[in-house]
């Protein structure tokens, strides 16, 4: 949304359709494949959870928050390349049973946006 670049694939193992159903206290898996319109040096993985509206807190872990160390090439990318960036986002909520709304955000250098996603999920 926002006129930000969209992915040109994101799956998720095991989840055929959202909601997707996640875990407490597991992983959130998922592989995205773009291609980011400029060249870049860094990804950085940021992620926002919401739940009806309301903005949860969310640390992306240090494993994750640096897209290079998780892509199938190697920084830097030339603009047009296409990367396939996979991770996993630790679900730890307060609550199970309602369904939740990640969003994904991968930026380049100086802040530029690669790519963004989100995947609803369902906490079990």
Known sequence: SNNRPGPQEVIIPGCSSLPCSVPNQSDFNFSVSFAPTFPTNTLTVD???SLLGLFLPYE???HLRNG???INQS???AAGQTVTLTGNAPVEAPL????VT???EITGDGGQVAVCFAAT???L
């Open 96 to 99: 199970t049973g309602v369904t």
């Open 60 to 62: 992306v872990p240090e």
């Open 102 to 104: 990640m969003e994904f």
């Open 75 to 77: 920084c830097p990318i």
């Open 68 to 70: 290079c160390n998780n």
């Open 47 to 49: 992620v926002r959870a």
């Open 121 to 123: 999920v369902t906490l």
